[in-house]
């Protein structure tokens, strides 16, 4: 980044905390006239549009000329995942940067590819609604960076509410245990699986009916 597209997003952020997102929005625009091609103040005012202005279009419009400009930015491609996620009419197109995104992650940067794959696996589950492929997507994460609990928490929720394997799901939730012994929804989550679908000597049961589970 450039001495000058460096204050400007400076000074924008500045303005932003002194409760002036307008006027950190007219600051990356009047740089961007002179410097079109200049990144890191695009994304930082699609950041802005979005998030300090609610102007959520206008902020996907930016990143949408960084992306036609360079396809394999990946702050770009974070971003706007996140941003058209939650949206339907952006599904297919979500779906398609996210597979982008993975293959673009560097396998040697387990953490952040970790990330980038329970982040496409909550997409799956939750919006595509492919549930065999969200759990394909958290093993990959959990694969990269088996420490983090959270993978393994998120994993045993779509286990136990929408694939329905037990057996997995009493596998996550120990992990979690493992990894965070005091987290008191595993506890209750894996007490009742225990209840209710397994029994006194630890097989599944073959008939049983579980109550609602707690995230």
């Known amino acids: 980044m450039s001495d000058s597209a460096y204050e400007a997003v400076c000074k924008a952020r500045r303005q932003v905390d002194g409760g002036n997102p307008e006027g950190a929005a007219e600051t990356l625009r009047t740089y961007l006239s002179s410097d079109p091609d200049a990144v890191s103040p695009r994304l930082e005012l699609a950041r802005i549009l979005v998030y300090k202005l609610e102007k959520r279009a206008e902020g996907i419009e930016q990143l949408e000329i960084i992306l036609s400009a360079d396809p394999d930015n990946i702050d770009a491609l974070k971003a706007s995942t996140t941003v058209r996620m939650t949206d ?33 696996a909550v997409f799956l589950r939750k919006q595509m609604v492919d549930f065999p492929k969200a759990a394909e997507y958290y093993e990959k994460a959990i694969a990269a960076d088996p420490e983090a609990y959270e993978y393994h928490q998120d994993y045993a929720v779509l286990l136990l509410h929408d694939i329905k394997d037990y057996i997995k799901a009493k596998q996550e939730l120990e992990e979690v245990l493992r990894l965070k012994p005091n987290s008191l929804s595993a506890r209750k989550n894996y007490d009742l699986l225990m209840k209710t679908k397994f029994d006194a000597d630890g097989n599944l049961k073959k008939k049983g009916f579980m109550s609602r589970f707690r995230h």
């Open 88 to 120: 339907k009419k952006y599904r297919k197109d979500v779906d398609a940067d996210y597979q982008h995104l993975i293959g673009l992650t560097p396998g040697s940067n387990r953490s952040e590819y970790a990330k980038v794959c329970a982040a496409y």
